[in-house]
């Protein structure tokens, strides 16, 4: 792989669990070659205890990452993003911002875990569930020669990772 790293953005609508974990994990399995970040349309303005927790857990967490709003990616001071992850499927049907640079875009969407009802017991397990998918797609992005293939072929790649069966 190339020194180049790649700005990628995880979209989720709160932003305070999944897209903050799938950046999380990016950022720690890809450190050399990837700069992850999440953001979403209307950010809670927090981190969710169980994402938190789980990522924690399996010492993931190394900052602070905290909810925001995808404006702050829409300016022309922001990273220039080479891929644009939603990660929720009403996400996949919101109208975004343009991004400068015209990011290859992709959707892994993750079922909703935040609005699991049930135990907390319950609630652990689901968020478990969104953390082992959103790690199995990390890994398998990862596994891809993204600088040496032509934009269609990863376009290919990247739609069919979010078409993995889902955990």
Avoid at 138 to 166: E, M, N, V, Y
């Amino acid at each position: 792989m190339s020194d180049k790293i790649f700005n990628v953005l995880f979209l989720r609508t709160g932003n305070s669990a999944h897209s903050v974990m799938a950046e999380v994990l990016l950022n720690k399995l890809g450190r050399r070659h990837f700069a992850a970040h999440s953001a979403g349309s209307h950010p809670t303005g927090y981190v969710h205890p169980l994402a938190r927790d789980l990522l924690n857990r399996g010492r993931m967490l190394t900052g602070s990452p905290r909810s925001k709003s995808w404006d702050e990616f829409a300016t022309m001071d922001a990273p220039r993003l080479d891929l644009v992850f939603t990660v929720y499927d009403k996400a996949a049907g919101e109208v975004c911002p343009v991004w400068p640079g015209q990011p290859m875009t992709a959707h892994w969407g993750i079922e909703d875990r935040v609005a699991v009802e049930g135990s907390m017991e319950d609630k652990r397990k689901a968020f478990l569930n969104a953390y082992t998918q959103s790690h199995r797609r990390s890994s398998l992005f990862l596994s891809l020669p993204i600088d040496k293939r032509d934009r269609l072929t990863q376009q290919h790649r990247l739609d069919a990772i979010g078409r993995a069966p889902r955990a």
